[in-house]
């Protein structure tokens, strides 16, 4: 199977983590940002992740040059349009981003600002390219209860125009999810769908806590749900959905290689598994390379394809419009 042709579905792709380098050096040119080096090179060892990372925290570092130069309207629309751009030309037919909107505040730009010229330029995108997208808001780990509050609200108004669930972020420990109970509560409370990183850096309670406490619809990585076996049961006998991303989860050092991924061993069991870049700069990823890893690793083949695929359209939130438009392309051609 020709899987450059086949069409796509990513549901787990961090706006700031999928910045193109050349974007970075133009944007610095342009707006006077002092960053290591201009040379293309170089900006690429900075923003892409190595195989042989050490820690899920090392390859965090890889947001901050992005970060940097993603805090004025201008520029944030600017990256979210050629990301758009950039998955349609991996046949993406839909995409959903998120992204932490308190990152972007450095140069004062409020969260209404922030999340506008997010949603802009994915609008423009749209319109120029056969792809359809949706936003999800990003609260921090590493930051206070206080501020997930702050971007639960200021989303709000933003619901049903662009913008469809709530995620939780950043580096794992364990419990996190008692912390942030009452912002994801209300969340859910406003309308938002919720997806939760959980189970990424070996701690598979937090897939269990991110489903019974926060209600995740959607489960982020989550590698580490087998070692929940109640996670794990849940998982076999719901429509929650797990968000895998094998190229991260390697770099991170969750797993050891694409081969002890548990990606196939889930789906299997009768997870709903779906494949994702996570970050196509930071991991030097498209969702083609993902799907051809795997096929190589752990021999995916097209029914595979297809079922995950599937598995993506339900597990999405988009609208049932556009649910059935996506059905659509996949039984034309498988």
Known sequence: MNLK?????????????????????????????????????????YVMAPVDCKSLDEYLDRFTLPNKVMQTKEN????????????????????EIRFAPSLHRAKGLSFEEVIESVLEGMKEGEETYPIKSNLILSCMRTMSVKEAFKVVEAGKKYLN???????LAASEYENFAQKYKEPIK??????YRVTIHAGETGIGKNVLDAIKI???????????AKDSKEAYEILKNSHV???????????????????????????????KVTLNTD???????????????????????IQDYKKMYLHGVDGSFASEKIKEELRKHISIIC
């Not at 209300?186 to 309308?191: L, V």
């Open 279 to 301: 970050n196509m700069t930071v991991s030097n990823t498209t969702l083609t390379n993902e799907h051809e890893l795997m096929k190589k690793a752990q021999n995916i083949n």
């Open 5 to 45: 042709d086949l069409p796509k579905i990513e549901l787990h792709c961090h706006l700031d983590g999928s910045i193109r380098p050349e974007t970075i050096i133009s944007i610095a040119k342009k707006d006077g940002i002092e960053i290591p080096t201009e040379n293309i090179d170089g900006i690429r060892e």
């Open 161 to 167: 125009k662009g913008v469809v669930a709530i995620d």
């Open 76 to 95: 944030l629309k600017r990256v979210a349009y050629e990301l758009l751009e950039d998955a349609s030309k991996d046949n993406v037919k839909y995409i």
């Open 241 to 271: 959905i797990i968000e895998m991303c094998p190229t991260s989860n390697v770099q991170t050092k969750g797993v050891a290689s694409y081969e002890s991924h548990p990606l196939k061993e889930f789906f299997q069991d009768g997870i």
């Open 214 to 224: 926060l209600k995740a619809e959607r489960i982020g990585h989550g590698i580490y």
């Open 186 to 191: 209300r969340a859910r409370e406003y309308g």
